[in-house]
Structure formats: C-alpha cells, structure tokens
C-alpha cells in the first residue's frame, strides 16, 4: 500500500465522521435516558380553566393552580388528553 498525501487526508476524514457518529450516538442515548416522562394517571385536567397541570403530591383530589376550583381525578378517567389543536 502506498502512503500519499490524499490516503492521508481520507484517513483524517474518515476517523472525523467515525468520531462524530460516536459523539451522535452517545447524545441520542443521553437524550433517551434523561427523558421526561408524563403519566396519564398524574394528570389533572380543571373543568372550569381547561388547564392540564401535575400535583406535587401523588393525590386524587386537589386544587387548580390557576383558578382554585376543586378537581377531581376518576379512578379509570382514561380519557384522551385535551387536544391543542385550534377548533375551526
Ligand atoms: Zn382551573
């Protein structure tokens, strides 16, 4: 094999793009591990502001933040999350 200037250069490209991947790689496994995660059964949803928000204690019975009405959380409320989407 013969060492020249451009077998250099390639090599240099290659090991940056092998080191690169490593770095993506290893960012994507942080990500994935470091990821929030919302449970349904956490979940409050006020019937009286239409806000969605997460009581700091794990209860069943609590108070809105925004407009201090009593919420209630059904045992089975498996219900779909409130949408975002604009209503035309
Ligand atoms: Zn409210």
Redesign the pocket.
Known sequence: MEYSFVNFIFMILVLSLGYIAWLWVREERRINRNRWQLSRRQLFH?N??H?AFVPKEPVSLCR?P??N?V?IRRRNDLSPAPSMEKKS
């Open positions: 006020c009286n502001c806000l809105c925004r407009c009405t919420c």
